[in-house]
Every structure is written in C-alpha cells, then in structure tokens.
C-alpha cells in the first residue's frame, strides 16, 4: 500500500472496469459493470488532496487495486475502492481501507464515511468487518443523504443503498456536515 503517483492515474479507470465486472454476477446490477467509472481528473484531485492510495506486487509494481477518498471537514469520504478482478479476495483491498484509517487517524479525522450496496457481501457486510456501520435515516446528514439522493438520480435502487460510518472518537456520533 502506497500513496498513488500521478503518473499512474491514467490505469486506475481500467483497474474500476475490472472490478466492476463482478457486478455481471447479480443480474439486475449487471448494467454497472458497463457504467461510467471515476474520471481522471478527480483521481489527480486525490493524488494532489494525498488521499489516494494503490496496491500491487513487489514484483510488479504496477497497480491493481485503488482507493479514493475525499476530505471533507474532519470526515475522510471513501469514494472509491477498486480492485482488478483477477487480483480480489487477496486482502488488497482490505488493506487499502486500513490505509486510509490509519492516514484519517494520524490526521485527527473524527470519521470514515462511504456509500455502498447494503445487501452484496463485498459491500456492506466487507465494510462491517472493518468497524464500519449502517447509518439509519435520521443520522445520515445533509451531505450523504445528498451523496444518496445523487446515486438514486443515476440509477442506483435507493432501497439497496446505504451510507456506512466509521467512527475515529469514541463519542462521535453522526455524521458531521
């Protein structure tokens, strides 16, 4: 795990492609695996923000996995996790998100924030086991029922949505705007 470089945005869309392709296996999500993936402009937004990270081989050091994450007070939001589909289920990704808690806490972030599927076990149940939890309605915040309300807009069942917390303080609540 490592701080991405900005020579290496221009694969980060490709290593998206590649993991969405697991959304093929869920029939009414297939159409994801086909969908828009995170432009490179807002991966050089995060390379400058010091908040993207990649995984590879020691052997190969090109990157197969990525995650993005965006700042936004004293919440890092997990915009992206992304790992190529050959490489999954080898901690990458795992190992990515505790990247980013390690930097959000070396920081005196209060949180860790993301929006994923509440039903497919490498969404929501994957966040869990790293200490993330469901949000209920009444603690989302303005910003993530406005991440939400956008997801739905583009074609995201709202009822297979969720926004998941991990706290950083041990009296944080929810979600601060």
Not at 9 to 31: D, H, K, N, Y
Not at 131 to 146: H, K, N, T
């Amino acid at each position: 795990m490592r701080p991405t470089r900005r020579d290496e945005v221009e694969v980060l869309p490709g290593i998206e492609r590649s993991a969405g392709a697991l959304f093929r296996t869920v029939p009414e999500l297939a159409w994801i695996a086909d969908d828009r993936v995170l432009p490179v402009a807002a991966h050089l937004e995060a390379v400058r923000a010091g908040t993207s990270w990649v995984v590879g081989d020691g052997a190969d050091p090109a990157p197969w996995g990525f995650l993005c994450a965006e700042p936004v007070e004293q919440t890092l939001h997990l915009s992206q996790l992304a790992v190529r589909l050959a490489q999954q289920r080898r901690g990458g990704g795992r190992g990515l998100v505790q990247t980013a808690i390690a930097w959000a806490r070396s920081r005196h972030y209060h949180a860790l924030t993301l929006t994923t599927f509440r039903d497919l076990g490498w969404n929501a149940p994957f966040y869990a086991t790293l200490g993330f939890r469901v949000l209920e309605e009444d603690q989302l915040g303005s910003r993530l029922c406005a991440v939400l309300r956008h997801e739905a807009e583009h074609g995201l069942a709202p009822e297979r949505r969720c926004a998941m917390r991990l706290s950083l303080t041990e009296t944080s609540g929810s979600d601060p705007d």
